[in-house]
């Protein structure tokens, strides 16, 4: 490929011919010929050996990583000579290698030389040879093919009744008291939030069919709700022929390896919601948007806060109730632990349902509920927190000139949103 290369393992990486023209000069020479320069044209296949021998094999392999390496870069420069980024490995342009110009074949020289360089230095801090720290802080990852990537494996195990980790005491949030006015009008009414329209029964059965499942056995699963630690208004029963809908009843492991979670199914109450894309659009973006922040000076500051048992702490209004039913049982094994409204509805070989009375964390209208509720109480705080209020805000008398909704302090506490949507 060229004279500096000659008698180097880089030449013969990628059967690159050096009896072209000495290209001892200077590349800023060559600024004003860009038409002599772009598009560059891709490097070869090298050739592959006829040999079996495991060291040719796996030189073979460096050139061919080599080989593919430069040419993302040579991509890259073409994309941006020609003002859009593709973002794909689209074929590129194709030049015999004795029409390559000079200018070409001085780049080409240089993209080989860094490229070779970086896979070396990547080898020498082993990245490519065994991440066994990603692996230790990623969790669920594995390795393959010397990268780490999440793995896709069932994380769901058996239940055990004891372990699933629950709030020790009854202290709830009431879900409509604690939403923003309009939210909280919206979720007040069964109406609202669950569409029939469209909706077809029999993949409304076909979708209980397969998720209603209890993910252990009848004796650990009745053993659950004969705990007697579990908050009195976490589970509530109800006639099977009362259920609009059952959710499955299924554990994961929590970080300690021992304790689990318990994970509501409602993938048929999910079906008849209306789609949560209506209320807001909330994603996963979190990293995205701290990832496009910009600030003029060299730090920030950043508040975070975590919650505990957050969906576990939300009590839901009475119509949830029988559509967060999950896996009936024969009346007769839980006739201890039914209320005696129920007892007299059913007999003793009817079957049962639990309801579950706080907000499901399957639920698909779970996490924007949630997200209301804590934007509600954050938006609150900072509005009537006087260390949290600027001066320049406190001392605006003309409300047009703050951003956001804002309301006098004479307004009525129900008429207040604290918080923020879609279009603020």
């Not at 080409?108 to 066994?132: D, H, M």
């Not at 299924?250 to 994970?263: C, E, F, H, Y």
């Not at 994603?283 to 576990?312: E, K, P, W, Y």
């Not at 509920?369 to 600027?390: A, D, F, Y």
């Amino acid at each position: 490929m060229l004279e500096g290369l000659a008698g180097d393992s880089q030449a013969e990486d990628l059967n690159v011919p050096l009896n072209g023209p000495a290209l001892d000069f200077d590349l800023k020479m060559l600024a004003s010929d860009f038409e002599f320069l772009f598009p560059l044209p891709f490097l070869p296949l090298p050739m592959k050996p006829s040999s079996q021998s495991s060291r040719l094999r796996q030189r073979f392999k460096r050139r061919l990583e080599l080989r593919n390496f430069v040419n993302e870069l040579i991509l890259f420069l073409n994309q941006m000579h020609d003002g859009q980024l593709r973002y794909s490995r689209g074929s590129g342009p194709f030049c015999p290698l004795d029409l390559w110009t000079v200018a070409q074949r001085a780049v080409l020289e240089r993209l080989v030389i860094y490229g070779k360089g970086f896979l070396q230095g990547r080898r020498a801090f082993e990245l490519t040879n065994g991440p066994e720290d990603a692996l230790r802080l990623v969790k669920m990852s594995k390795r393959e093919n010397n990268y780490v990537r999440l793995s896709k494996t069932h994380t769901q195990v058996p239940l055990i009744a004891d372990r699933i980790v629950e709030p020790s005491d009854d202290q709830v949030v009431d879900m409509l008291s604690a939403l923003p006015s309009r939210e909280a009008s919206f979720y007040s009414c069964e109406a609202n939030a669950i569409d029939l329209c469209g909706k077809s029964e029999t993949i409304f059965r076909e979708i209980e069919d397969q998720y209603s499942f209890v993910g252990g056995s009848m004796l650990e699963y009745i053993s659950y709700f004969e705990r007697s630690d579990l908050p009195n208004n976490m589970w509530g029963w109800i006639p099977f022929r009362d259920a609009k809908a059952i959710s499955g009843f299924s554990v994961v492991p929590k970080k300690d390896g021992i304790t689990q979670r318990k994970l509501l199914m409602s993938c048929s109450f999910n079906y008849l919601l209306t789609p949560v894309e209506e209320r807001s659009r909330l994603g996963m973006d979190a990293g995205g948007n701290i990832n496009r922040l910009h600030t003029d000076g060299s730090s920030m500051c950043v508040a975070a806060c975590d919650q505990s048992n957050a969906f576990t702490r939300v009590a839901v209004p009475s119509w949830f109730f029988p559509y967060q039913a999950v896996p009936p049982i024969v009346a007769s094994l839980v006739w201890h632990l039914l209320p005696e409204q129920v007892r007299s509805a059913v007999t003793r070989s009817d079957l049962v349902c639990p309801v579950y009375m706080r907000l499901p964390m399957g639920c698909a209208h779970s996490v924007h509920i949630l997200m209301q509720i804590n934007i509600k109480i954050l938006g609150r705080t900072i509005h009537h927190h006087p260390w949290l209020v600027s001066k320049a805000a406190s001392d605006n008398s003309d409300a047009s000139d703050l951003p956001g909704e804002v309301v006098s302090s004479s307004a009525p506490e129900g008429d207040v949103f604290y918080g923020c949507d879609d279009q603020t």
